[in-house]
C-alpha cells in the first residue's frame, strides 16, 4: 500500500535501504549524516500521508470551535474494499459530505457512492446495482456509558473508512433481485423463466 509506494520513491533517490520496520519506519545499519536526513524526511512523508490514506480525520478543532466546518471528499478504492467479504465491488466507493460545529454540537453528514456486482436471488443472474446513502451521525470526544447514539472520537480523532463501512453495510438489502417481477427458474428444468418458457410444472399436473 503507501508503504510499499513510498518505499519505490524512496529507492529511486539511490539510497541504500537496509529493512523496513513492521511499526511503519524505515531502519539503517548506516548512520551517515545523508541517511539520517533521508530517513526523517521519508517519516515526516509518511506522517502526513499516513492519515489522509486511513482518513483519520483530527477533530480537536471542531470540537473547540463553534462555527467550524470541514469538507469531506474522496474515494475508497476496490483493493480496499476487498476486505469486506460477501460483496463485489466494481467501483470505488465515493464519499462526500462535511463535519461541522452546530451550537456546540459535532455533526458528521455524508453520502457514499458505489456500484456492486450481485446475484440474483431468484434467477441467478449477475447484475451491477447502483447505491446511494446518506448518513448523519453526531461525533462526541467522550460518553459516559455504552451507547449507539454517538460515535466517540478517540483521542478527538476518528477514522472515516471504518464508520463508513459500517454504515453502507448495514444499509444494503438483504436480498438481491435484477428486476422487481423476476420470475425465478424453474424448480424441475432449471431454465430461467424470464426468458424461455417451459411445460414442467404443467405436465406434472
Known amino acids: 500500500g503507501l508503504q510499499l509506494l513510498l518505499f519505490h520513491i524512496y529507492q529511486n533517490f539511490s539510497f541504500w535501504v537496509i529493512s523496513i520496520d513492521n511499526a511503519d519506519k524505515f531502519q539503517f545499519f548506516s548512520g551517515t549524516p545523508i541517511d539520517i536526513f533521508c530517513e ?16 483519520k480525520i483530527d477533530l480537536k478543532q471542531l470540537f473547540n470551535i463553534v462555527g467550524e466546518s470541514k469538507n469531506i471528499s474522496y474515494s475508497i ?11 463485489s465491488f466494481i467501483s470505488p466507493v465515493d464519499i462526500n459530505g462535511r463535519i461541522f460545529n452546530r451550537a456546540g454540537v459535532v455533526y458528521l453528514e455524508y453520502s457514499v ?23 448523519e451521525h453526531i461525533v462526541v470526544p467522550s460518553v459516559s456509558n455504552d451507547n449507539d447514539e454517538y460515535i466517540v472520537a478517540d483521542g478527538q480523532s476518528i477514522e472515516l473508512n471504518e464508520i463508513a463501512f459500517t454504515d ?6 438483504s436480498k438481491n433481485l435484477c428486476k422487481d417481477d423476476c420470475k425465478g427458474l424453474c424448480m424441475v428444468c432449471g431454465c ?5 418458457e417451459c411445460n414442467c410444472l404443467n405436465s406434472e399436473l
Open 40 to 55: 526523517l524526511v521519508y517519516n515526516i512523508i509518511y506522517d502526513a500521508l499516513k492519515d489522509f490514506y486511513i482518513m
Open 77 to 87: 478504492n476496490e483493493n480496499e474494499l476487498s476486505a469486506i467479504r460477501g460483496y
Open 113 to 135: 457512492s458505489f456500484t456492486l456486482l450481485v446475484t440474483c436471488d431468484r434467477c441467478l443472474k449477475e447484475f451491477e446495482r447502483e447505491h446511494h446513502f446518506d448518513f
Open 168 to 173: 453502507l453495510i448495514l444499509q444494503l438489502p
Open 192 to 196: 430461467d423463466l424470464n426468458v424461455s
